[in-house]
């Protein structure tokens, strides 16, 4: 590709040190990645080796490869500034860290012509580090951040590591930390542009779309994921179409964080939704808002609230096919070992970053980490960190837009409020029993849903039949109904066989006094008129009525 490139989040590291702002910093994120430098993508090594090849003394180390250089004239440099002889460098952290201390400190090298890189910095500096050896690494690296005679030197320090989370916090954490940068995932345009090489390079790939469609279904991959996709096209002998393309990205994906998250699949999208006019005209309209990228009007958060078995989770997985976006859930998070709880929750929340756009459905919201301030205790903590961690992101506005959480609960009042708050949920929809009317078009959207042939017209009748049914009782009904058709030898489905499913069907016993108060918190929660059932007032009424006869 033609031009000088380089990536953005190292504009960042370069002002922060030519201002004097910081002389070490901690790169985390897609730091496995290749990222643009100069002519060619790169891997962050080669990247910062490119960077420092005007600086005289330039030296790696990790736990596992021990001290590095580019060339010889570095290792040359790096031992005569140490008065170092020939010999074997030492491996070992404290050992190695002892010598870059003192390359950090001496007079043999001239101002500003040192850096270094430790890669695979957590394994050095891990949080929650507790042995001697951890701590003598951790107490180094955080006294480089502010020692003056450090800093006169005026070397450039750099710590490469996956995630912040898993690097001890007394690294960075203050003003005279370490300074540290998230390295994200890709966004459409640079997706675009390794493309658009990737179609230079590779000639004989037979290409279906586009680079810039290719580039529109790679969302949340890295560049190095969908190098792999283009290798694998290449290989097979296939053309690069969407399908595969699809199917490899939600296979890499669930590789990569299938630990804290679960990646779903949505089959339907809204269309596919009966009885909910007011929660599918909203959601129809913020689909189209994420989908043109109208960052300013979309909600931070949704929270879908009301009775069980009302079709939340339905909903929400159709509004995320309806979006087009990637959809998420989170897998349980909780551990019993120290600080791995913590850890999940920060892994889980960089990848929804770098998933962006994403939408994460949170299911039985007042049971999820953080759902009740009165929840958890006695565990040293743990929780009110995590609530707080939780609070902090989901409240982050530069997240609006990119990333839209989906609550879904049956007891809207056990959320914690500062959640339920506007700036974290933005739109609150009731998701109450469905009326006649609605039952009468869920039976109709079920047999479009499930592809059923049916030779029935009119389901008025059915929907008076079916009081008290939530909507997956009416599907349940209507599934039932279809096996009673083909154990007949029929083609279609009739009033017969829905009759006689509904015939077999016992009741479900419920609590009608625990549905009617969770029905009632979800339209006291409710701040819009338009977000209403259109029998709101009837409902109330209604209710009113059970509790006085």
Known sequence: ?????????????????????????????????????????????????????????????????????????????????????????????????????????????AAGSVAVVLDYAHTLVPAGGGSALERQSITTLARWASDPGVERRRPLVVLVAPSAGEV??????????????????????????????????????????????????????????????????????????????????????RQEYGEVLEILEPKHDLSAVGGLEHAVGELKEIADIMRR???????????????????KSYLSECFAKECGMLCVRFRPLRQMYVGQSE?????????????????????????????????????????????????????????????????????????????RRSGRTDVKIPILMPDEQARAQIFQVTLRKHRIPAAVKDFAALAKRTAGFTGSDVELAVTTAWRFALRDGATALEDKHLTA????????????????????????????KRLLPRNAEAIRAEIAARRTS
């Open 168 to 253: 001890s916090d007394e690294i960075f954490s203050g003003a005279s930390g370490a300074e540290a940068i998230a390295l994200p995932r890709p966004d459409l345009a640079a997706r675009v542009a390794f493309l658009d090489e990737a179609r230079l390079r590779r000639p004989g790939l037979r290409w279906e779309m586009t680079p810039a469609q290719v580039a529109a279904e790679t969302g949340g991959l890295s560049l190095v994921q969908i190098e792999d996709i283009l290798q694998r096209a290449e290989g097979s002998g296939a053309a690069l179409a969407r399908p595969a393309i699809v199917a490899r990205k939600i296979e890499l994906l």
């Open 501 to 528: 499913a509904l015939d077999d069907l016992l009741p479900t016993a419920r609590d009608q006094a625990t549905i009617d108060r969770m029905t009632l918190l979800a339209l006291d929660e409710c701040r819009n």
């Open 343 to 419: 850890r999940n929750q920060e892994k889980a929340f960089a990848a929804i970053r770098a998933l962006a756009p994403v939408i994460v459905i949170v299911d039985e919201s007042d049971q999820a980490e953080g759902g009740s301030r009165d929840a958890g205790g006695g565990d040293s903590g743990v929780t009110e960190r995590m609530r707080a961690s939780a609070f902090n992101f989901w409240g982050d506005n530069s997240l609006r837009g990119k990333v839209l959480r989906i609550d879904i609960t049956n007891r809207i009042d056990l959320i914690d409020a500062a959640m």
């Open 1 to 109: 590709m033609k031009g000088v490139r380089s990536p953005a989040w190292l504009a960042t590291l370069l002002e922060r040190y030519h201002s004097g702002g910081s002389h070490l910093f901690l790169l985390h994120g897609n730091v496995r990645d290749v990222h643009p430098f100069g002519s060619e993508h790169v891997p962050v090594a080669e990247g910062l080796r490119r960077l420092f090849a005007q600086r005289a003394i330039v030296v790696s180390y990790d736990v596992s490869a021990g001290f590095t250089f580019p060339d010889a004239a570095r290792e040359k440099a790096f031992r005569k500034a140490l008065g170092l002889k020939t010999g074997v460098l030492p491996a070992d952290p404290a050992r190695a860290l002892m010598l870059i201390d003192a390359l950090l400190t001496t007079d043999r090298a």
């Open 293 to 311: 990228g109208l960052f300013a009007a979309a909600p931070m958060g949704i929270v879908l609230m009301g009775p069980p078995g009302t079709g």
